[in-house]
């Protein structure tokens, strides 16, 4: 059986969402449905972020606003470049150690996805995995995700799909349809691959996967795709590649700003910059103004000097240990961790102790 409803939560934008085979659950809606669909608290809209973060000294973009339906192709495409190791690296990761891992994760697993994307390594495990119980993919990416579930309901005919639009950084419920067997389910996991969690700095992502901890419960397990720090000329040309795909998807940010929060950035004004960090083992990615420019931002107008930066994203890159700490303080214990060759990206798989 497969679920065709695509519930909808924190506030993702549901433009084209008339497909027959989807229905969207939000509002009163969700409230008929058993679903808590949380509407933002005064002060914590995305307008009220992203104002927010262009106010501060150092302006600043949450990077969740990459992925309109045009930066998740972007993302995907830059997943194909030679010098993006992190997707190649994870993906055969995944596919030697697919055995293993579905051995450790058993039978009957309901398996939640955070970010899922275009599901790409999920279908390794979903082959691999014996008589998963259902799969729910959580992506804040809308469209993106109905096209993944679609084809996701192709190419596994008898496995259960409830998937979720929501930002995962907000408070959301899971669909209705799959709350209750969710709680029940003797084995419950999050995958989380993608090193999405270097997204986060560190004290967030800790807050991040106690949440986690909290959904899955003792004894219920968290696998995630976790960066490596390394050679920083690896990290910036996987982060400013030849063919200037990572600095597009960097300024369709501000497309997207322009198109569906009101504001006037001059996007050929701006310029793609990816720092490596060694103090904080990360990389920044900026958009650098190449001119003195005002910008209106949600009624507001924002002044940027020649050579100042949005910061629009962190990829915190970890060592064993340093993941292992912050996972434990998120009450995680480490059970199995897997490692290419070259030592470039982990697999982690946790327990809520
Ligand atoms: C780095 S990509 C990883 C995609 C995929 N998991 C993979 O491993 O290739 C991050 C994914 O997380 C989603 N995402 C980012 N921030 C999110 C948020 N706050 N809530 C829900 N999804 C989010 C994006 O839309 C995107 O699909």
Redesign the pocket.
Known sequence: MVDSTIANA?GISRSDWTSDEFKIISGANAAANGLSAPSPSPGDSTMDEIVRGLSGRQKKL???L??DER??QL??DI?NLSEYYV?RT?TALMESYADEIAAELGAGAMLI??????????RVLLSHLDRPAGYVP????AE??IKTVRALKREYPGLEIHPLA?????PFALPASVNGSFSENPNRVIY?????IG?FEKHEATDLMRGMASIVKKGGRLLI?VDLDKDPEVLQRAYDDSLGVTAEFNRNILVRLNREFGCNFDVDQFEHRAIYDAQHSRVEMHLVSLVPQTATVCGKTVTFEIGETILTEYSHKYTISTFTEIAEQAGFQSRRVWMDPEELFSIHLLEVA
């Open positions: 924190g949450p990077s969740k990459f992925y930066g998740s993302f995907d997943c997707t994870e996805e955070y970010g899922s994307g275009s599901s790409t390594k999920t959580i992506d804040i990416s993106h995700l929501a930002d995962f950084t907000r989380f691959p993608g090193s999405t997204n795709g």
